[in-house]
Nanobody
Framework: QVQLVESGGGLVQPGGSLRLSCVAS????????VGWFRRAPGKEREGVAC????????HYRDSVKGRFPISRENAKKTVYLQMNNLTPEDTADYYC???????????????????????WGQGTQVTVSS
């Protein structure tokens, strides 16, 4: 069974940090570009960061550059999003995704990542509040 499972979300004060993890099963994650996305209440889904399959390229949306490094451990089939210096504007549900593994109708094209993302995890909630 193809699965992406996120974890690591929670409630944190402004300026704090969280590390999100995305663990894959049922397919070879090491051959896929992986992206992190978020959807804040009442807003559209947006790409946060992505990393190439061989870990040589990463791309970030401007608002998280320098704060949210993305990394991967292919041996553990895991991709991480380290979130530092969090602000209330980072509050959202966070999802990891890969190009579609199997049929999907939920695509997100992100040209800067050279990928159309189509397989999604269930998400993890991040709330930044004092």
């Amino acid at each position: 069974q193809v699965q992406l499972v996120e974890s690591g979300g929670g409630l944190v004060q402004p300026g704090g940090s969280l590390r999100l993890s995305c663990v894959a099963s049922g397919f070879p994650l090491d051959t896929y570009t992986v992206g992190w996305f978020r959807r804040a209440p009442g807003k559209e889904r947006e790409g946060v960061a992505c990393i190439s399959s061989n870990d040589d390229k990463a791309h970030y949306r401007d608002s998280v550059k320098g704060r949210f490094p993305i990394s991967r451990e292919n041996a553990k089939k895991t991709v991480y999003l380290q979130m530092n210096n969090l602000t209330p504007e980072d509050t959202a549900d966070y999802y990891c995704a890969t190009p579609a593994v199997g049929p999907t109708r939920d695509y997100y094209a992100w040209p800067q990542c050279s990928a159309n993302f189509g397989s999604w995890g269930q998400g993890t909630q991040v709330t930044v509040s004092s």
